[in-house]
């Protein structure tokens, strides 16, 4: 054994054994092993005339496709999830889930990632405005685009292998009636098969569309192919072996990590890859509830018993891609009108208008000076509109919207008046300049609250969704009072991001019972925040040192030898920590300390052999079970008793160290 010699050698195969029982429970602490559980009241159910009065949009936009194509049947899937939350989770909970091509900018991008890039160096981190687009059902229920929403079963009455020989007849490498591969040995192979049939047989044996199968491999390999497909291999350790649908193509090395996966599944040849992702597809997937590209993108059915962490892609968009391959597929042969089932879902507390695309959003919150004297400000985006009045040199509004094209020869910008009027003046004429603010004020959110790019309901678009709970900096109160009815502040979020919401909605942090707290761990590392009490439960997200939350409540219950705090990020997303991982002193972040412990003190060596290690938990832990007495020497977080937090905390400690 290459490790023989890495513990003592007066450690006995029982001591071992010991002590690999205590990897299990680390693990177990840590929430590594347990599942991960997390519950919404979903159900599933035809759709009839009146069903879908509670969701904005979606009943004329049904009956409008059903009217076109009456033979298309459609299920609606009630998710039971807050459509703020799932956007929350889909972006802020954990950055890169949803990626953008790089050649994207903008809004399209998320602002906390800003330029930095995902996956090969070819994808950005997607806006929640991005995310939203693709994640609104609404945006896609049209003859267009509805595919994404099919559901995914072998249906023989209408797949068929004309279909998929129309899917991939735009792909060089797949045309042909045989099969010519490299072989593990560097020889040439042959199929007597063509690509058209080895996806019919696979997809009829794992029980799912062909036109679907068909319609991923294209996504996946392109017109060129990529390395995954052709047997090359990017090293001769892969040669000879395929991953058509990319399986577990995952991190900094995709095709290589695909085929590392093809290698440990014998894909030797391509009718092997086709057969076996097929496979992996139906169990994996289909067979979990996710059985529409929609559902496989974004993973908002519970069925599996989680959310959000089983996507088939990052792409933001190829559920909508793939899903239109196949609609093309149906046009060409002719059977669109036949009868396909869809899965439609649907979420609380939608937007009464559907999300519009990034490419028509140029919302901000940032002031500008006027650069010239008797500049109209206009009603619309034209010199031809009705005037609102004029502005001068020095001038100082709030610009909300900028323009992305120009209309009459000049670029026309949204901007906000001192007395709260809106309206457009030519760009040339002003010029942005630092934030103007009149107040720094700590602040939590007293209920879920829209943010706004600038003060007012009417002229002004919805940015985010404030959480209840979410602290932000209040950086302008007093300015816009009673517009629309209600007093407006600006604000900045964690990230950078400004904006207006309703000034009753804000609490400032000294006249709240809530608390605010810093995480406390080791620089390099990351604490979980679950969705329930216990390491049991789904993370939500993970917050790095110093990063601050607000307690909702403090002691909410116990777990697997820890006190847990309700708490909410400040992106906004509620949770709970295991308290030892919070500090409160004074409200300023923990001292930059890699080397100490959770209360602040030098690390305990617990067996004196010069290193924190697994052998100091094992010393705890033997200690706990004996239940020996309170011993100083084995009290690693120093909090006066030696319990499972000290084991934890070793852990921690090791792990980040």
Same mark, same amino acid.
Request: charged fraction near 20%.
């Given at each position: 054994?290459?490790?023989?010699?890495?513990?003592?050698?007066?450690?006995?195969?029982?001591?071992?054994?010991?002590?690999?029982?205590?990897?299990?429970?680390?693990?177990?602490?840590?929430?590594?092993?347990?599942?991960?559980?997390?519950?919404?009241?979903?159900?599933?159910?035809?759709?009839?005339?009146?069903?879908?009065?509670?969701?904005?949009?979606?009943?004329?936009?049904?009956?409008?496709?059903?009217?076109?194509?009456?033979?298309?049947?459609?299920?609606?899937?009630?998710?039971?999830?807050?459509?703020?939350?799932?956007?929350?989770?889909?972006?802020?909970?954990?950055?890169?889930?949803?990626?953008?091509?790089?050649?994207?900018?903008?809004?399209?991008?998320?602002?906390?990632?800003?330029?930095?890039?995902?996956?090969?160096?070819?994808?950005?981190?997607?806006?929640?405005?991005?995310?939203?687009?693709?994640?609104?059902?609404?945006?896609?229920?049209?003859?267009?685009?509805?595919?994404?929403?099919?559901?995914?079963?072998?249906?023989?009455?209408?797949?068929?292998?004309?279909?998929?020989?129309?899917?991939?007849?735009?792909?060089?490498?797949?045309?042909?009636? *045989?099969?010519?591969?490299?072989?593990?040995?560097?020889?040439?192979?042959?199929?007597?098969?063509?690509?058209?049939?080895?996806?019919?047989?696979?997809?009829?044996?794992?029980?799912?569309?062909?036109?679907?199968?068909?319609?991923?491999?294209?996504?996946?390999?392109?017109?060129?192919?990529?390395?995954?497909?052709?047997?090359?291999?990017?090293?001769?350790?892969?040669?000879?072996?395929?991953?058509?649908?990319?399986?577990?193509?995952?991190?900094?090395?995709?095709?290589?990590?695909?085929?590392?996966?093809?290698?440990?599944?014998?894909?030797?040849?391509?009718?092997?890859?086709?057969?076996?992702?097929?496979?992996?597809?139906?169990?994996?997937?289909?067979?979990?509830?996710?059985?529409?590209?929609?559902?496989?993108?974004?993973?908002?059915?519970?069925?599996?018993?989680?959310?959000?962490?089983?996507?088939?892609?990052?792409?933001?968009?190829?559920?909508?891609?793939?899903?239109?391959?196949?609609?093309?597929?149906?046009?060409?042969?002719?059977?669109?009108?036949?009868?396909?089932?869809?899965?439609?879902?649907?979420?609380?507390?939608?937007?009464?208008?559907?999300?519009?695309?990034?490419?028509?959003?140029? *919302?901000?919150?940032?002031?500008?000076?006027?650069?010239?004297?008797?500049?109209?400000?206009?009603?619309?985006?034209?010199?031809?509109?009705?005037?609102?009045?004029?502005?001068?040199?020095?001038?100082?509004?709030?610009?909300?919207?900028?323009?992305?094209?120009?209309?009459?020869?000049?670029?026309?910008?949204?901007?906000?008046?001192?007395?709260?009027?809106?309206?457009?003046?030519?760009?040339?004429?002003?010029?942005?300049?630092?934030?103007?603010?009149?107040?720094?004020?700590?602040?939590?959110?007293?209920?879920?609250?829209?943010?706004?790019?600038?003060?007012?309901?009417?002229?002004?678009?919805?940015?985010?969704?404030?959480?209840?709970?979410?602290?932000?900096?209040?950086?302008?109160?007093?300015?816009?009072?009673?517009?629309?009815?209600?007093?407006?502040?600006?604000?900045?979020?964690?990230?950078?991001?400004?904006?207006?919401?309703?000034?009753?909605?804000?609490?400032?942090?000294?006249?709240?019972?809530?608390?605010?707290?810093?995480?406390?761990?080791?620089?390099?590392?990351?604490?979980?925040?679950?969705?329930?009490?216990?390491?049991?439960?789904?993370?939500?997200?993970?917050?790095?040192?110093?990063?601050?939350?607000?307690?909702?409540?403090?002691?909410?219950?116990?777990?697997?030898?820890?006190?847990?705090?309700?708490?909410?990020?400040?992106?906004?997303?509620?949770?709970?920590?295991?308290?030892?991982?919070?500090?409160?002193?004074?409200?300023?972040?923990?001292?930059?300390?890699?080397?100490?412990?959770?209360?602040?003190?030098?690390?305990?060596?617990?067996?004196?052999?010069?290193?924190?290690?697994?052998?100091?938990?094992?010393?705890?832990?033997?200690?706990?079970?004996?239940?020996?007495?309170?011993?100083?020497?084995?009290?690693?977080?120093?909090?006066?008793?030696?319990?499972?937090?000290?084991?934890?905390?070793?852990?921690?400690?090791?792990?980040?160290?």
């Amino acid at each position: 054994m290459a490790n023989r010699d890495f513990l003592p050698k007066m450690y006995t195969r029982k001591i071992i054994k010991k002590i690999i029982a205590l990897n299990v429970i680390i693990y177990m602490c840590l929430g590594i092993i347990l599942p991960s559980k997390l519950f919404a009241a979903q159900t599933k159910y035809p759709y009839s005339q009146g069903s879908l009065n509670n969701y904005p949009g979606y009943e004329n936009l049904i009956k409008n496709l059903q009217s076109k194509h009456p033979n298309w049947n459609f299920t609606i899937l009630d998710t039971g999830l807050d459509w703020n939350e799932v956007i929350k989770n889909e972006t802020v909970a954990s950055h890169g889930r949803n990626l953008i091509y790089y050649t994207n900018n903008g809004n399209w991008v998320c602002s906390t990632c800003g330029d930095r890039l995902y996956d090969s160096g070819r994808w950005k981190c997607a806006s929640e405005s991005a995310v939203a687009y693709y994640m609104d059902p609404r945006n896609w229920l049209n003859e267009s685009n509805i595919f994404q929403f099919e559901n995914l079963a072998y249906n023989g009455d209408i797949q068929n292998i004309d279909g998929v020989n129309k899917i991939i007849s735009t792909v060089p490498w797949a045309k042909g009636n *045989t099969i010519t591969y490299i072989k593990t040995d560097g020889t040439t192979g042959t199929l007597n098969k063509s690509y058209a049939q080895v996806i019919m047989e696979a997809a009829k044996e794992a029980g799912i569309s062909p036109y679907h199968l068909a319609a991923r491999i294209k996504q996946e390999q392109g017109v060129n192919s990529t390395a995954s497909s052709t047997g090359r291999g990017d090293n001769a350790t892969y040669k000879g072996y395929y991953n058509f649908l990319n399986i577990q193509a995952t991190g900094g090395d995709i095709i290589g990590n695909a085929l590392k996966y093809a290698k440990t599944q014998e894909w030797d040849n391509p009718e092997k890859s086709i057969i076996g992702g097929a496979k992996f597809i139906a169990s994996a997937y289909i067979s979990r509830g996710q059985s529409t590209l929609y559902l496989q993108k974004f993973d908002v059915d519970n069925s599996d018993g989680s959310l959000y962490y089983h996507q088939y892609m990052q792409n933001v968009s190829a559920a909508l891609s793939e899903g239109n391959t196949v609609r093309t597929s149906y046009e060409a042969m002719g059977l669109l009108n036949s009868n396909i089932n869809f899965v439609i879902p649907v979420f609380k507390n939608m937007p009464t208008e559907a999300s519009p695309s990034p490419a028509g959003l140029s *919302t901000v919150t940032q002031n500008v000076k006027v650069t010239g004297n008797g500049v109209a400000i206009r009603s619309e985006k034209s010199t031809s509109s009705s005037e609102i009045t004029k502005v001068n040199t020095g001038d100082v509004l709030l610009r909300i919207e900028t323009a992305g094209s120009q209309e009459g020869g000049y670029y026309w910008d949204k901007v906000v008046l001192p007395d709260g009027r809106k309206g457009y003046i030519a760009r040339n004429f002003i010029t942005q300049i630092e934030d103007v603010t009149n107040v720094n004020l700590s602040a939590i959110a007293n209920v879920n609250v829209n943010l706004r790019n600038g003060p007012g309901t009417v002229g002004t678009r919805v940015m985010t969704t404030i959480t209840s709970g979410q602290s932000v900096t209040i950086i302008e109160t007093g300015k816009y009072n009673g517009l629309d009815g209600y007093n407006w502040s600006r604000i900045k979020l964690s990230n950078g991001t400004q904006g207006y919401l309703v000034s009753d909605y804000l609490t400032e942090v000294a006249q709240t019972t809530y608390q605010i707290a810093y995480v406390n761990c080791n620089d390099d590392g990351k604490v979980n925040i679950r969705s329930g009490i216990g390491t049991g439960h789904s993370v939500v997200t993970s917050v790095r040192k110093n990063n601050k939350v607000t307690v909702l409540q403090k002691a909410a219950g116990t777990a697997n030898g820890y006190t847990w705090d309700k708490i909410v990020t400040a992106d906004g997303l509620e949770g709970y920590i295991a308290n030892t991982y919070l500090r409160y002193e004074d409200n300023k972040p923990a001292e930059n300390n890699a080397t100490s412990n959770s209360q602040g003190n030098k690390p305990l060596d617990i067996n004196g052999d010069g290193k924190i290690s697994l052998l100091d938990a094992y010393d705890v832990l033997s200690s706990i079970k004996q239940k020996k007495a309170y011993d100083k020497a084995l009290d690693f977080n120093n909090d006066g008793k030696v319990s499972l937090l000290d084991v934890y905390d070793i852990l921690s400690f090791i792990k980040n160290k």
